[in-house]
């Protein structure tokens, strides 16, 4: 014989009440831990978005060291005596050696940068001697977006995998101009990070710096010029949410190589 309780109206009210208080302390600890997470990240110095911003436009990328940022630089002061309506390589257009450009949720950024420092606890990509070979162009809003082309190299092939690898699982596709710094991005701009991988990524992985913009006709002639070849090496990597034609405008988080070594 098994015994069955007796279950009343009042014994139901209670149950329902205090399912009802359950739920209210769970949702409540719920957003305390958010809250914890948040101030958590920005004490290790990272940027959040604005609230409400549902995706980001991210650039995992290699910081260069002092001698590429002056070559860039160099080149970036021809393009703008060309264009003055180009932009200056500064702190809202850094130069950089992108890996991955992909959309993400900005509630997803702490376990993007969980993932990416995970990589580089195996890989050292401080390490790596990179060699610019050129310069080309390709032509994007009406204008010639110049760049200094690195040479493929074994080792930056496979740490670029492995940083694709490791954000795939939070890279989302829809993204619009709202994701980017400033919010005018371009449409070139837009659809190059939506299509990120795989257009620009694995076998088609082209690293490069991005010097700035110019008309075609004053690039061609740049791109005509003997180029003497040279080398560097990268300080670490950050993650920028990006700008209009790619930039890296706003710095989210930084690897501990990168904060040493500036």
Known sequence: ??????????????????????????AALSVVASL????TMRAKGNTLPP??????AIDVLLDPDRMMVV?????????????PAGYSLDATHAPHVSMLQRFVRATDLDAVTAAVASVLAAERPTDLQLTVKGIDYVMWAGVAVTVLLVERTPELMRLEEKIVDAVTPFSVSGGTAAAFVGADANAET??????????????????HVTAGVAREAFV???????????GFKPDGVSIYQLGNFGTASKKVWQSAASSTMR
Not at 51 to 56: A, K, M
Not at 190 to 207: L, R
Request: aromatic letters at 12%.
């Open 190 to 207: 837009v659809a190059y990070v939506e299509t990120f991988v795989p257009k620009s990524s694995g076998q088609n992985y082209i690293p």
């Open 71 to 83: 070559k860039a630089n160099a080149l970036n002061d021809r393009l703008r005596g060309d264009y």
């Open 51 to 56: 609230v409400g911003s549902n995706l980001i």
């Open 220 to 230: 061609k002639q740049l791109k005509a010029e003997p180029f003497q070849a040279f």
């Open 1 to 26: 014989m098994r015994f069955r309780p007796t279950v009343t109206g009042s014994t139901l009210a209670v149950f329902h009440i205090m399912k009802t208080i359950l739920f209210r302390l769970i």
């Open 36 to 39: 914890g997470q948040s101030t």
